[in-house]
């Protein structure tokens, strides 16, 4: 079946360095390419989401990349802070239905 | 205020029981989703039903069933529960490609 693929599964960053979460998928019929963070013990929230005729997308310090013809998209949050310490998840869809990747784990340190 | 609820918040049942978890969205979304998420796993997709009567087996979806007579209300029941059916469990909602999380569901089967 269809797949995402996510890594790294888990990633330690300085406080204030950069942070980039790589996914890849399979469906190359996917359009919709959604990031969501869920903190311990909370419900996932979409945090970003890009479609397919965009290939970059940013709100502050966080941007989306996609790359349809590697079939590759990327998650990147700048000047990391501790309130980002979360999972990560991304997703690859459509109509409305979401293959999700297995998360990543990020930890900022102090 | 619009909202997304599932109850119970913790079940803890005994094998072979059947068991229902309730969803109910008050945004009047016609799409809706139920997930397990599992370590190592991310969100996998159990059922989903893009409006009344309409539902949908999605990849994990043995031993599970849905039923959508109205608009707000998406029960998840477990026919005869399992082990492997211990999980955490999240409803989502959408009206297009945004979906909306629940709380979740944590349920123990013993």
């Known amino acids: 079946g269809e797949n995402v693929e996510q890594h790294p599964s888990t990633l330690s960053v300085q406080e204030g360095d950069s942070a980039v979460i790589k996914c890849t998928y399979s469906?190359?019929?996917?359009?919709?390419f959604p990031w969501y963070k869920q903190e311990l013990g909370k419900r996932p929230q979409l945090i970003i989401d890009i479609r397919s005729n965009v290939g970059e997308k940013k709100d502050q310090r966080i941007a989306v990349t996609l790359n349809k013809t590697a079939k590759h998209f990327s998650l990147h949050i700048t000047e990391t802070q501790p309130e980002d310490s979360a999972v990560y998840f991304c997703?690859?869809?459509?109509?409305?239905?979401?293959?999700w990747g297995a998360g990543t784990k990020l930890i900022i340190k102090p | 205020d619009a909202e997304i609820t599932q109850s119970p918040r913790h079940k803890i049942t005994e094998t072979g029981r059947q068991v229902t978890l309730a969803c109910h969205q008050t945004w009047n979304h016609n799409n809706m989703f139920w997930y397990r998420q599992d370590l190592g796993h991310g969100l996998r997709l159990i059922h989903y039903?893009?409006?009344?009567?309409?539902?949908n087996k999605g990849e994990v979806s043995d031993g599970y069933s849905v039923s959508r007579s109205n608009t707000e209300d998406l029960p998840l029941t477990l026919e005869s529960a399992a082990s492997s059916q211990t999980s955490v469990y999240f409803c989502?909602?959408?009206?297009?490609?945004?979906?909306?999380f629940g709380p979740g569901t944590r349920l123990t089967v013993l």
């Open positions: 469906d190359s019929a996917s359009n919709y």
């Open positions: 989502a909602s959408s009206d297009g490609n945004e979906q909306f």
């Open positions: 997703a690859a869809g459509r109509n409305y239905q979401l293959i």
């Open positions: 039903s893009y409006g009344v009567q309409d539902t």
